[in-house]
């Protein structure tokens, strides 16, 4: 296989290119890109502390009652939470309902075994009567 079928590019020309070219190395590790958070920016401190922004942060829960700041994570942690406590409830609610409508459909069958059993019973009685 040719370099050019394995990089897509055809081979330097010159043997100064190819040197140079085998000299390369992309040695670099992965690392994390570091994180910014902009309402604890102190450039844009001035424009958090506008009234109507608070206003707005406080309506999307990113200030607590007390005017301190909550940070995302612990905010989409706390949705988190909140929606699992939420989906567990549903699942829970669901549940009873599902046992309800058994236990009242096991009810109606016990009940229409019963007067089936009394109804024979009656006949046979009535049988015995004759």
Request: charged letters at 35%; a positive charge; aromatic letters at 6%.
């Amino acid at each position: 296989m040719s370099t050019w079928e394995r990089t897509l590019r055809p081979s330097p020309s010159s043997q100064s290119l190819l040197a140079r070219a085998a000299g390369f190395c992309v040695a670099g590790r992965r690392t994390p890109l570091p994180e910014y958070d902009p309402l604890t920016d102190h450039n844009l401190h001035h424009y958090w502390r506008s009234p109507t922004t608070r206003a707005h942060l406080y309506e999307m829960g990113f200030i607590a009652d007390d005017g301190s700041l909550i940070s995302l994570d612990q905010y989409r942690r706390k949705l988190h939470v909140i929606e699992g406590d939420m989906h567990r409830a549903e699942q829970l609610r669901e549940r009873r309902a599902c046992r309800e409508e058994q236990l009242q459909a096991d009810q109606v069958a016990w009940r229409k075994i019963e007067l089936a059993k009394e109804k024979r019973a009656q006949e046979i009685r009535d049988r015995k009567a004759e």
